[in-house]
């Protein structure tokens, strides 16, 4: 009888963790889409965030205890080439744009919110012609957005506020140039 005994506390505590890992990505499906409907508010997450910059833009997907955040900067050719008609030279100048993707992945662990989510540097598309190195930049920034979740972490802390804590570490005026 003792070790029907001891079965069934180990199936209770199955359960009651299954039911804690259910609660925890309910958790995160919940600030996700309170997140989701501010920014459907306002349009993007660069409006949302009041974002001046128009060459750069941002998205999240979500897909089961992972975010994906995504940063995209374009930079339009800006010259009039001389002696064509305006229609060719926009035609032309088109195909002159440079731009720069970067994807981040932004996984959060079972034990969301009590414990920070990590983020990873999925890839870089650079195209830009910039003195250094954007998977350095971008890795840079990584590494102090999972160093400061580790030292200051609060479960007050939602999808929102995490987004905007990197965008801050970000020096935008750093693409321009």
Known sequence: MFVGYKHNIKESNQIKTNRNKMAISRQ???????????????????????????????????NKNNLFFTISY?????????????EMSNVIMSFLNSNMVAKFQITFPE???????????????????????????????????NCQNYAHWSPAIDVEKEILGFITKMEIEELKQ
């Open 74 to 86: 374009l930079e339009k050719f800006s010259h009039d080439l001389i002696d064509l008609p305006n």
């Open 28 to 62: 995160l499906i919940i600030r996700y889409n309170k997140f989701m409907e501010k920014i459907n508010t306002n349009n993007t997450i660069q409006k949302y965030f009041n974002i001046a910059d128009v060459k750069l833009s941002f998205s999240l997907d979500m």
């Open 111 to 145: 034990s969301y919110p009590f414990d920070p989510p990590f983020w990873t540097l999925v890839n870089v598309e650079n195209e830009l012609n910039k003195s250094f190195d954007l998977d350095v930049y971008f890795q840079t920034i990584v590494n102090l957005q």
